[in-house]
């Protein structure tokens, strides 16, 4: 952490009431370390080593740094807390940074911490408090477990603590946006509060349609940047001060899962409320640097929740005629597979909500739950309660589902399950991250999935991309050579080709990008029988492929260029989905 004392913090010359200074000089302190507690430190060290597991005995860490950090070290055990001074810190940097205000006069609060020279700690308290100026405060150094005893009782848990701690697992509404209001707010204002700051950013990022807001400290300054159509854009940027006050109100709302140590990763959820509509985020935060610029960035990933229908999804009307056949099949699996932010969520989602009816039994078993569909019986799997994907996929499979939607297989375990519940009457989709349809049968059998078991239960295989879509409005043609010709022969797409093709430029209405929106890529092939046979006879995926394509089946990189012909994405992106360009002049 970032230590060092300025000259406006430097601790008090005299103690205030409640606290003593343990060590009036270093010679003092080395010696209290030699007499006692570095023998007890050795001690415990051997104990941790025979018994495995004893921690350090309380205030050893403290006293040792003492030592080498400087500072006085202040003895606050008999300091009394009231409730009014114990709300100086709030409760989502005083548990995080074992830090408690023990003392008032007129014009300065005294806060005892373990790390009284933390400047994160201190933007953040003023940023959150906005009361107290830097001058006002003076930060002595205590052991933290003092700190603790001492606000002990005093602590009260700030409202979303509150609501989680009573709530258990269930999303909480931490905050209410006022779109009016956010609409006329300029966020460039120096002054602006936390909260404010972080309502606008999540209106903003509703109103774009962001995928997650990212909250970055860079050394002096704090960025807010979001995810559009796949590419990140810068939103705002505030001072440092700021950005740290958001994050921390951030990470509060998010839960005990995100609040706690901000060196230890986190993550948890909330919820804002917005005309009516409770929209759900989810929060993952990580201490970014290390040494005079630590931050901690905090993610927040907004969760749509909004289902398409499946035949707005742009597929192509063969592939969705055929989706629909195998969406209706009694028994097999389905496998859908792409990289993360392929899209492959909103596919089954879609697909779940067109076969949704009541005289179906559809179990899903997702980490987390993304959107809440009515009559789904939807279960998350909690590692951190033991609940895992192999222990909640055994248990969906008892619960007689005929649509089994396991999120993902991950493992050679929750591969067999699933094979199995495919194999038992039930009509399983999963996903896979891989990069082709046909990298699946390689990936499950590479699992341990015996070949004749896999290829009697497979329905279909797919595969997926999110592609940016050209901006219909300022999209600009350009003509097509022989280059063009020759890949689009080779790939077999000669017919798609007319005179033009389309490349991105950049107007108003594309932010300048040349891109608005996006469009899927997609390729899904039917495993029949014969196709069954091959996957038996472990027949490699080029192969696999290459049956299909001459099967008059579509893939992956033939549907971007079928697409790049139509004007719909340009061919520099189609470009990206098949290794084989890279020979192509
Ligand atoms: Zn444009």
Known sequence: MASGVSPDLQAPSQP??????????????????????????????????LRGGAGWPPGW??????????????????????SDLAEVVPPQLASGYRAVCFYRTDDAYYIAMPEPGDFLFQDQLLALTGTASRRQLRCVRACGDQVLEAAGGTRKRSASQEAHAAGVDDMVVATVL???????????????????????????????????????????????????DGNMRVLARAPLP??????????????????????????????????????????????????????????????????RPLESMGFEDSVLKMLRRMSRMPQGMLVFTGPTNSGKTSTL????????????????????????????????????HGVTWAKLLRAALRQDPDVLLAGEIRDAETAGIAV????????????????????????????????????????????????????????????????????????????????????PRGCEHCGHTGYAGLSLIMELFPVNDEVSRLVMQKVPSPDLEAYFRQKGCRTMFQDSLRQAAAGVVSLEHSRLYDRNWMFAA
Request: a neutral charge.
């Open 16 to 49: 205030p009431a409640g606290a003593r200074p343990v060590f009036g000089r270093e010679e003092e302190a080395r010696d209290y370390l030699a007499r006692s507690v570095w023998r007890s430190a050795a001690d415990a060290l051997l104990l941790q080593n």
């Open 61 to 82: 860490e403290t006293a040792w740094r003492h030592v080498f950090a400087g500072g006085p070290l202040m003895d606050v055990t008999e300091a009394r807390v009231s």
């Open 178 to 228: 006022n779109s009016e209001r956010l609409r006329q707010v300029n966020p460039g204002r120096l002054d602006m509060e936390p909260k404010l700051f972080l309502d606008w950013c999540l209106y903003q990022g509703w109103l774009h349609k962001a995928a997650d807001l990212h909250f970055e400290g860079i050394p002096g300054m704090g960025r807010v940047r979001m995810r559009v």
């Open 242 to 307: 700021l950005m740290t006050g958001v994050v921390a109100l951030g990470r509060d709302w998010a839960g005990p899962g995100c609040s706690g140590d901000a060196w230890v990763p986190g993550d948890g959820r909330f919820s804002f409320r917005l005309d009516q509509t409770v929209y759900d985020v989810r929060a993952a935060t990580m201490m970014m640097g290390s040494g005079e610029y630590p931050f901690p960035k905090l993610e927040l990933r907004l969760l749509s929740k909004e289902i």
């Open 349 to 384: 989602y879609s697909l779940l909500k067109e076969i949704n009816r009541p005289d179906i039994n559809i179990q899903t078993v997702e980490d987390p739950i993304e959107i809440s569909m009515s009559g789904v019986n939807q279960a998350a799997v909690n590692e951190k």
């Open 420 to 503: 199995q519940g495919a194999q038992t009457g039930h009509l399983v989709f999963t996903t896979l991250h891989t990069n082709s349809a046909c990298a699946a049968v390689e990936r499950l059998t590479g699992m341990g999935v015996e070949p004749f078991l896999l290829g009697s239960v497979l329905l279909g295989i797919s595969g997926q991309r999110l592609v940016n879509r050209l901006c219909p409005r300022c999209r600009r043609p350009v003509k097509v050579t022989d280059v063009h010709r020759d890949v689009f022969g080779r790939a077999g797409c000669a017919d798609f080709l007319g005179d033009v093709l389309y490349e």
